[in-house]
């Protein structure tokens, strides 16, 4: 068996993991946490697990309004302090061998009464004797480096289960950013309306709002 196969059967065998884990509860509570925040929501996370505060913020961006992406600590997320009340939730994503400064800046921004959620694996990031709610993920897998894949597919589970309960709010919001796409001709199946015509059909939307 090649290299490459078993990494990857490694990496199925975490994700499947993650699946037993049962973390309903935890992504029901995570889900409110987000949802209800009534100031801004901010996410960080470290070298590599700041793709996945990323992909996260631009799905929350879609579902809520004050959702601000700081990447990784710099100076400019440094400045982001400031602003960061008992209003706000900073969602961390933290992941062996944990970052002085992602560490750090979690740490001043409970002191300053945000509401901390932490993503990080089995060990736990030192984050998680402050956080409000902690979501841990298996990232062991068959190479020197460990896996962010169950992280992925972990935000991905928290994106359904907040699509699961959307009210009818967060569904207009989400209509009228379609349509503001549309009018834009931002993605390609929106391309059709515009003078520029797409070699193929394109499928519906993926989210059927009802």
Known sequence: TSASVRYLASVAGSIQQLAASGQDA?????ARLV???KGRVYLLGGRFSRHLAGMLAGYLSQLRDGVVDLGEVNSRAVDQLVDI??????ILFDYRRYQNDTVRFGLQAARRGAHLILFTDPWMSPLAAKAEL??????????PFDTMAPALAQIEALTAHMLA?????????????????????????????????????FPGPKIKLR
């Open 26 to 30: 935890l992504f029901e509570r995570a």
């Open 35 to 37: 949802a209800g925040s």
């Open 85 to 90: 009340s008992r209003a706000d939730t900073l």
């Open 134 to 143: 902690t979501l841990t993920c298996p990232v062991a897998a068959e190479s």
């Open 165 to 201: 309960m959307i009210d009818d709010e967060t569904r207009a919001r989400i209509e009228d950013l379609e349509a503001i796409r549309s009018e834009n001709a931002v993605t390609m199946d929106a391309a059709r309306k515009t003078e520029f015509r797409p070699i193929r059909s």
